[in-house]
């Protein structure tokens, strides 16, 4: 089945730095690959996704790449601000014969320096 | 338009006993998939309906089991209770199903399950 590994599993940056969370997938016909960002005692939510068609993406301060020759895709967050600070899953479409799913990376908990 | 909804909020339980969950999808979305979250775990998926048919299952006993209803409601049970059971359990509905490209999950805020 697809593994998704995310990398690190936390992260402290001073406030105004950027921050950089990598995922790697097994699956090479993975083909969309979203970002759910999750504050404390909130649910997740999706905040960026990105296509297998699509080297890079951004909204405003957030940006996804990938890299599909690697398998490995990274969410880059710059200037970062003390709400940036949530636990972040990477996930990768995964195909189990017709049924495809959703496998989630086991996530990282950034934490903004004020 | 309503968020998805989990009841109970919280719970609590001992060893051995079992347990049902409810989640109530967005109006109009037909897909809900069911995950576990601990403290450095992720979040684990457990199981995937669309359209009361299961999808997918992920790597849990069969103690975990899940089932939907025509109004795409959705329940979860997990009987003989154990310690590591204990978990914040979170569903998620969609339009289509998860593993459909661009399609956005809505969690629900999740029932924090406690078995003593």
């Known amino acids: 089945g697809e593994n998704v590994e995310q990398h690190p599993s936390t992260l402290s940056v001073q406030e105004g730095d950027s921050a950089v969370i990598k995922c790697t997938y097994s699956d090479s016909a993975s083909n969309y690959f979203p970002w759910y960002k999750q504050e404390l005692g909130k649910r997740p939510q999706l905040i960026i996704d990105i296509r297998s068609n699509v080297g890079e993406k951004k909204d405003q301060r957030i940006a996804v790449t990938l890299n599909k020759t690697a398998k490995h895709f990274s969410l880059h967050i710059t200037e970062t601000q003390p709400e940036d600070s949530a636990v972040y899953f990477c996930?990768?479409?995964?195909?189990?014969?017709?049924?495809?799913?959703?496998?989630f990376g086991t996530g990282t908990r950034l934490t903004i320096i004020p | 338009k309503a968020g998805v909804t989990q009841t109970p909020r919280y719970l609590i339980k001992t060893r051995g006993q079992q347990v049902t969950l409810s989640c109530s999808p967005i109006?109009?979305?037909?897909?809900v998939s069911w995950y576990q979250q601990t403290p450095g775990q992720g979040l684990q998926f457990l199981f995937e309906y669309f359209s009361e048919t299961q999808r997918n299952k992920g790597n849990f006993p069969g103690r975990f089991s899940g089932r939907q209803f025509s109004n795409s409601r959705s329940e979860m049970n997990v009987s003989t209770l154990e310690l590591g059971d204990s978990a914040l359990y979170l569903c998620a509905s969609s339009l289509r199903p998860p593993g459909t490209a661009n399609e956005k999950l809505f969690f629900g805020s999740g029932t924090q399950l406690s078995v003593l």
């Open positions: 996930a990768a479409i995964t195909f189990n014969f017709g049924n495809e799913k959703l496998t």
């Open positions: 109006s109009g979305h037909r897909s």
